[in-house]
């Protein structure tokens, strides 16, 4: 696979399985458990090799967050659309013989910084912006390298990387992009006039500004909400890395049998 990392035989695994799965399930949890024991040293992150995520799309982005920085994922998934993890449950025993035999790769992909109001936030898949308060629609001014794109109302924005953009890009109307390209894409949420998405490249560095007319709340991967007293938002690459374990050849097969179905 092209910008695809080969990947080495793998004796040591972080194992994250949804809280659900757990206590819903133990029996399954109890299986998982032999499985992926049986065939390697379960560990704590900073020993393992790899890291797998049992669970849907929100348990890979928590697990995601939380890892040491290099220390690739893989996720499996138990979830509804799964376009973010990379395998199924009946998949488990070619994902222990792949990662044992080290046939697989690590992708990398980019992660997104966001400053606001004297904070830092990252993001995998995205931030969406949106107004604080009940009132008028709010207008986003939207410059990328000091530069205007446009200002227009609109009920929010939402900029997200590839990895994302399967996610709330995707049903806001945004394009799919391939997982490791360095670009992002702004997607306009609920325009008073129609205004298209737009896929900006990251690779020099540069940075999307936002201002809105109103205060901002700020959405992270779907999962943190922030509502600091501001209305201006830089947004650029972080310098941080998501490393993702891929079994699978053909991206866009992968999104057609996931969402698409």
């Known amino acids: 696979m092209a910008g695809c990392e080969p990947g080495r035989p793998v004796s040591r695994i972080a194992l994250y399985v949804k809280d659900s799965i757990r206590e819903r399930s133990p029996d399954l949890h109890g299986s998982l458990v032999k499985l992926l024991g049986g065939s390697f040293e379960i560990v704590e992150p900073g020993k393992a090799e790899v890291a797998v995520s049992v669970g849907g799309d929100g348990t890979f982005l928590a697990v995601a967050r939380e890892l040491p920085e290099d220390l690739p994922i893989l996720g499996v998934n138990m979830g509804r659309r799964g376009a973010v993890t990379d395998a199924l449950p009946e998949d488990l025993p070619i994902v ?103 896929v900006i490249p990251l690779d020099d560095g540069p940075e999307v500004e936002v201002e809105s007319s109103s205060p901002i709340t700020l959405l992270v991967d779907g999962q943190l909400s922030v509502d600091p007293d501001a209305k201006i938002i830089h947004v650029r690459q972080s310098k941080y890395r998501l490393r993702v374990v891929r079994l699978r050849q053909i991206h866009f097969q992968h999104l057609r049998k996931t969402l698409c179905s």
């Open 96 to 198: 222990v013989r792949r990662l044992m035999d080290g046939t697989y790769c690590v992708e990398d992909r980019i992660k997104l910084e966001a400053s606001i109001a004297s904070e830092s936030y990252e993001a995998i898949n995205e931030f969406y912006l949106n107004r604080r308060h009940v009132g008028s629609t709010p207008s986003y001014t939207v410059r990328y390298n000091s530069d205007e794109l446009y200002s227009e109302r609109m009920d929010g924005l939402i900029i997200s990387t590839p990895t994302g953009s399967t996610g709330y890009n995707l049903s806001a109307g945004g394009p799919v992009l391939p997982e490791t390209a360095r670009s992002i894409v702004i997607t306009p949420v609920l325009p008073l006039t129609k205004v298209p998405p737009v």
